[in-house]
């Protein structure tokens, strides 16, 4: 019998967002945190070191320090999460009915040795980012 932790599964745990509704955007200094509510008793949080885009449907990308960035974050409240996903190239993205947050920073813009943390599950459970592992070994 193998000690070794399971492999990891790209979007199985962002995967748990699906269903949750946005509740809150806070920007604390050089990072933002995304809070969520249920479904069930979880209260997930993503606090993002690296910036999220935000990609409205039409094409339009904005990012921090864009003109509009922090109204189109708080527009998603109180939207559902409809779909995630996860993968090395485009890192982390997590879709509403009209437009998604995406988190793939380049390497200008990391702050510190993490990219995003997710937490907040009832079950403890929680998963961090990091350049150059799980979904971002292309920022190595």
């Known amino acids: 019998m193998s000690l070794d932790p399971p492999p990891y599964v790209p979007n199985e745990f962002l995967g748990r967002l699906v269903g949750a509704r946005l509740v809150s955007v806070e920007f604390v200094q050089d990072y933002a945190q995304l809070r969520f509510e249920g479904p069930g008793e979880d209260m997930p949080v ?17 990012s921090d320090g864009d003109l509009g960035y922090a109204d189109a974050l708080r527009a998603l409240i109180p939207n559902l999460v409809l779909n995630t996903h996860e993968a090395t190239g485009t890192g982390l993205r997590i879709e ?45």
């Open 46 to 62: 993503l606090t993002c070191d690296a910036m999220p885009t935000v990609e409205a449907v039409g094409g339009q990308v904005l």
């Open 96 to 140: 509403f009915p009209n437009a998604a947050i995406a988190l793939h920073p380049d390497r200008d813009a990391l702050t510190g040795p993490e990219i995003a943390v997710l937490t907040g599950f009832e079950d403890q459970a929680w998963m961090c980012w990091r350049p150059g592992e799980e979904s971002f070994e292309d920022l190595a």
